[in-house]
């Protein structure tokens, strides 16, 4: 008992880890994602935010060039380094250049790249500063004074340090945030996975602490996905449930429906010895009949057991009951059972399908010849027909049938009387009420115009249904 | 306690022509480093603090070089692009010219405890620091100048260059914005921080003031009466050498504050003995002596309560680049030259 706990601790702790590796494998590769994604954008946003810095100071800058005396003079505001030194650490580059390209103030390194004549100012551009890597604007201002004519251009550059920060800060913020979102989506993962494992828990817990013979269905709580599991063990323990009351009533039964034959046969046996010689015949062959009625009631009983038991547990199968009318004919000897008398086979010519099982149904089927050919009274006629919603297989025979009281009693398990005469008419119809009633059919008798007709009534099954 | 050599050295002619040279070790120690100290601050006032250094580090020997401003940022250049062999330390007053350095990626970048610690206006790019806290301030003769006369803001100077027949004709000094970095660099923060430049240049103008290029000059001739006003004149070489006639004024209306700024060149041979020589000149030890030699001026002294709103600390940052800038610079200049008139041929005696 031990062992089987732990396995069940077991097996739940796997599920569990296996569900906390999915969601952790899935966070990992969401993180790297959200990662990636994030640096990008905070590297958008960096380099806009820090452009719009670099084009301001570009333009104050344009803004403060003036003609004096037929040359450009550019009157640098403090306001544009101002606005540059706003990324605190990184390091600054201006050039302020006449039409034809040379350098009027400012820095040689801030160079504008080759071929950006032809680009539209302003414009951005990445280069250099000292082998460190920056970004630059370049902007126009024309001039079409009467001693000067041309484009003064104004290139500002700067380092990336507060850019690349900015966008590292960014990445840092959205990678917390996802941090702390894991971590939760991590923690209620958990714990629901725990909640909804706790009703399996339960369940064992139920289960253990049973009686070994409560069969009764359990209560179904916890999600939907536990009840169907209830739910199948509740009809796994019913099937149980039934098999094992059968198996009882088979042994109560037998035990009943034995004792009476078996004291009869012992009192012809007494008698048998304590009679004078000239008895001694009769009595014997009085034992004889006693003992392979004996035999009969046996083999009724097996066929029961053998009935409720494949009603059970075989699947039903579509089954053509003109095959089985040919074979309940084939079993049973009507020779043996009431020699001279002629038994009549009628069938249809198409196929009569009824879901069962066969096994179930000849059983069923030879009951009702053996009925008909013992109690009844020739010809005996053993048939099948059919029509949309119900098929049958039949026996009839010419007599009157049993009295009313008698066929008021048929159906139950066995019957009484009928045993109490070593024969076992009652037993037989049992059999063919329970096949009847297992495949979800009927069994109807009455007086039909040639007869007292036995039926066993099923419903069609279409061939195309299958 | 000093093994010390003192050379004065004279060439006029070089770019790299440095002043003074002095080496600092300590007394009976066998120093296996020497670093090279490229410095616009007299010897005399660093005196104390590199001693106290080379007794401290015994290991480090320091050569001291003492240049002009202009003439070391050249310097500082050239070396910068390899052509010169280069300083280990850097340390300027012309602060305007450091972060231009800086900003050219001569420097190299260091980070202490104790360099983290400075204001952010003390600091850039963690290549370059301010490493002292001097007063721009007037100074006067007090046998000569009526104490009601003691201008203790820039309007009062206004006032008094403004009246008709003034006795300060041709008695005021400053320095000369082409000759000195520094005093380019003080002239061209008060045309940024105030409307009064330009009248303090019209009143410079008017009464025939004198534009001259060094701190003792002016210093000395204020004492002797030949200047009876001087301004703009670092307070912390007034202080250094006390004269009973002289008068200090912090400007009420405000008084700029210079950091001197030290750097590590990038092809410094010896950054290590750099880096240990910024961070004791930055530590409290260092900071105390420097105090003691009027270099850092502590918010709490009587003798400078100004308001907080009145002190102007030069913000080391790449603001300063404008003072740089050509065309502001040629027209900045042109400015004051029309005050001053064309500096005198061959330039200013250069002397500490």
């Known amino acids: 008992m031990p062992t089987d706990e732990l396995r069940v601790i077991a097996a739940q702790r796997s599920l569990l880890s296996r569900v906390m590796i999915g969601v952790l494998s899935l966070l990992a590769v969401g993180g790297c994602v959200v990662l990636l994604a994030s640096f990008a954008y905070g590297k958008n946003a960096a380099r806009q935010a820090y452009d719009r810095l670099l084009i301001g100071a570009a333009n104050d800058i344009a803004e403060s060039i003036n003609i004096i005396d037929g040359a450009a003079v550019a009157d640098i505001p403090v306001s544009a380094f101002g606005l540059l030194s706003l990324a605190l650490d990184d390091r600054i580059s201006y050039a302020v250049r006449g039409p034809d390209g040379t350098l009027l103030t400012g820095y040689e390194t801030a160079l504008p790249p080759e071929g950006s004549a032809r680009r539209s100012p302003p414009f951005y551009y990445d280069s250099t500063l000292q082998g460190e890597p920056s970004r630059f604007v370049t902007v126009v201002r024309r001039f079409s004074e009467r001693d000067y004519s041309g484009t003064v251009s104004v290139t500002v550059g700067q380092t990336l340090r507060a850019r690349n920060e900015m966008a590292l800060n960014l990445t840092k913020g959205a990678l917390v945030m996802t941090g702390l979102a894991g971590i939760a989506l991590i923690l209620s993962a958990y714990l629901v996975i725990r909640s909804a494992m706790r009703p399996l828990d339960q369940m064992a817990n139920e289960l253990l602490a049973r009686d070994p013979y409560d069969l009764t269905p359990m209560k179904a709580h916890g999600p939907a996905e536990v009840a169907v599991m209830t739910e199948a063990m509740n009809r796994f323990m019913q099937r149980l449930d039934r098999q094992i009351g059968a198996m009882k009533h088979l042994i109560s039964d037998t035990a009943h429906q034995l004792r009476t034959p078996v004291a009869a046969i012992r009192a012809q046996a007494e008698l048998a010895l304590e009679d004078d010689k000239d008895h001694q015949p009769q009595r014997l062959e009085r034992l004889l009949r006693r003992t392979r009625s004996l035999g009969n009631l046996l083999d009724q009983m097996l066929s029961r057991a053998l009935v409720i038991h494949r009603t059970d547990n075989a699947p039903p199968k579509p089954v053509d009951l003109r095959d089985i009318a040919l074979q309940v004919l084939d079993d049973c000897d009507p020779d043996l059972l009431a020699p001279g008398v002629e038994v009549d086979l009628i069938i249809t010519e198409a196929p009569v399908i009824v879901m069962a099982d066969e096994v179930s149904l000849t059983e069923a089927g030879k009951n009702m010849l053996t009925n008909a050919l013992q109690h009844g009274q020739a010809p005996v006629r053993i048939g099948v027909s059919t029509n949309t919603n119900q098929s049958e297989l039949w026996v009839e025979d010419a007599g009157e049938g049993p009295e009313q009281d008698v066929l008021s009693r048929i159906g139950g398990r066995f019957e009484r009387s009928a045993a109490s005469r070593g024969t076992s008419a009652g037993l037989g119809l049992s059999i063919v009420h329970a096949v009847a009633e297992a495949f979800g059919g009927k069994i109807t008798m009455g007086k039909q115009a040639n007869g007292f007709r036995v039926a066993l009534v099923l419903p069609t099954q279409e061939e195309d249904e299958l | ?352």
């Not at chain 2, 590199?50 to 002009?68: C, D, H, K, M, R």
């Not at chain 2, 800086?102 to 370059?128: K, Q």
């Not at chain 2, 004269?243 to 750097?263: F, K």
């Open chain 2, 1 to 352: 306690m000093i093994r010390a050599a003192l050379f004065a050295l004279l060439l006029p002619l070089s770019v790299s022509a440095q002043e003074a040279v002095q080496s600092f070790a300590a007394p009976a120690a066998t120093p296996d480093t020497e670093i090279i100290v490229r410095s616009t601050t007299d010897i005399a006032v660093l005196t104390p603090a590199l001693n106290a250094f080379v007794a401290l580090y015994p290991g480090i020997s320091i050569t001291y070089e003492q240049w002009g401003s202009n003439a070391l940022y050249a310097d500082s250049r050239a070396a910068c692009e390899g052509q010169i062999p280069p300083a280990d330390v850097v340390f300027s007053s012309g602060v305007h010219q450091m972060v231009d350095l800086v900003n050219r990626a001569c420097a190299s970048p260091y980070v202490s405890e104790i360099t983290r610690a400075l204001p952010a206006s003390r600091t850039w790019r963690d290549e370059l620091w301010g490493i002292t806290l001097e007063p721009a301030v007037i100074i006067y003769n007090t046998a000569l100048v009526p104490a009601e006369d003691a201008p203790t803001t820039r309007f009062a100077l206004l006032d008094l260059m403004r009246r008709a027949e003034t006795p300060y004709r041709g008695k005021i000094a400053t320095y000369d914005v082409e000759a000195s970095g520094l005093g380019f660099l003080f002239a061209f923060m008060d045309s940024l921080e105030a409307t009064t430049f330009g009248g303090l240049l019209e009143g410079f103008a008017r009464t025939n003031s004198v534009a001259t290029c060094c701190s003792a000059e002016i210093i000395d001739g204020v004492a002797s009466g030949e200047y009876l006003i001087a301004y703009n004149v670092l307070g912390s070489y007034v202080s250094s050498v006390p004269r009973e006639n002289i008068g200090v004024i912090h400007p009420d209306d405000y008084t700029l504050l210079l950091s001197r700024a030290y750097m590590i060149p990038k092809t410094a041979r010896n950054k290590d003995g750099a880096e240990v020589l910024l961070d004791f000149l930055l530590s409290d030890a260092g900071q105390n002596i420097l105090a003691a030699g009027n270099l850092v001026q502590r918010p709490d002294s009587d003798e400078t309560a100004l308001s907080e709103s009145a002190q102007r600390p030069i913000a080391i940052d790449p603001k300063l680049l404008v003072a740089m800038d050509r065309h502001r610079r040629t027209r900045f200049v042109g400015q004051w030259r029309s005050t001053f008139g064309a500096l005198p041929a061959g330039g200013f005696l250069s002397a500490p």
